[in-house]
C-alpha cells in the first residue's frame, strides 16, 4: 500500500478529522469537497501542498468527478486508500411529510456519488492492493422515526461495503464500513436547514462522539496488517443504546 489517501466531504465533521489525523500519521491526502475556501484552510492548517491535496468536485456530478480524479498529481495519484465519508441527512419528519427532492439528494449524494467515486478509483486500489472505508450510519440498521429514506442510503452502503469484500478479497483489498450513532457535527444543522436549537437540544447533557472518534477508529483500521479485514465497525456514544419497539395503538382502545 501506498501512504496516499483520499477522504470525500473534508470540509467539516468526521472527513477534517480523519484528514488531520492521517496527515499526522505520515499519509499524504487528497482532501475533497465543495466548499474550495475549507479545503484551502485545510491546506494551509496542515503545512501546505506536499502533504494535502485539494479537490474541489460535487459527488453527484459524475462528469466533475471524473475529471478531478483524472487530474491529481503524482505523487497523491498513488491512491490506496478510499474514505468515503462525504454524505448528508436532509430532514428528521415522517415520510409521508418529507419532501422528494430531499429523498433524491440523499440517494444521488450518499448511494450514486459514493459509487461513483469508488467505480473510478477500484483501478487504482486494485494495483495498490488498498482499501475502501465506507462511513454508513447505525441507521443502516436501527431504523427509527424519520430516518426513512437516510436510513436506507446507509443501508445501501453497509451492504455495497460487505459485497465490494466478496469481489475484492482475492485482490487484497480489504473493505470495511463504519456505522457511527449519535456525533457531534455540521451534519445536524444540515439536516434541520441550520436549526442551531435543534443541533443544541440533540446533543445536550449526551456527550457524543467526536469527529476525532471517528478519525482514530480510521487510523486504526489503516494501521492493521494486510492480512486483517475489519468488516463493519458500530459505534455509539456510551449514553446512547436501544430503546422497546414502539407499539401505536387505536383510538380509543
Ligand atoms: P458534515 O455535515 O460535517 O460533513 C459532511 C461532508 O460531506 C462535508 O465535508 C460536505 O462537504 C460533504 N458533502 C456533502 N454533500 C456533498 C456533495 N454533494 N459532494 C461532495 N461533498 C459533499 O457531516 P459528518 O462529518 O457528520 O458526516 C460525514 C459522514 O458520516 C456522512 O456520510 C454522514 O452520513 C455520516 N454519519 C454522520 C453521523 C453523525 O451523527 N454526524 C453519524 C453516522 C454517520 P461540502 O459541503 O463542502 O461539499
Ligand atoms: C447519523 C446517525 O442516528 O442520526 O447517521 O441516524 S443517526
Redesign the pocket.
Known sequence: MSHTAIV??????????ITRRLVAEGWRVVA????RD??EALVEALGGPDRIHPLV????DEAATKAALASLPEPFADVSVLV??????LGTGPAQDCDLAQWK?MI???VT?LVTVTRLLLDRLIATRGMVIN?????ATWPYPGSNV?GAT?SF?RQFSLSLRSDLSRHGVRVTS?????????????RTGGDQAAYDALYRGAD??Q?ED?AETVRWVVSLPPHVNINSVEIMPVSQSWGPLQVHRRTPV
Open positions: 470525500t466531504g473534508a470540509t467539516s465533521g468526521f472527513g477534517d478529522a475533497t469537497g465543495r466548499r475549507r479545503l468536485f460535487d459527488v453527484r468515503n465519508n462525504a454524505g448528508l441527512a439528494q444521488d449524494t450518499n456519488g462511513l454508513a450510519s447505525i441507521a437516510y446507509k452502503v463504519i456505522e457511527p450513532g449519535l456525533a457531534e457535527s455540521e451534519f445536524t444543522l444540515v457524543p462522539l469527529p471517528i
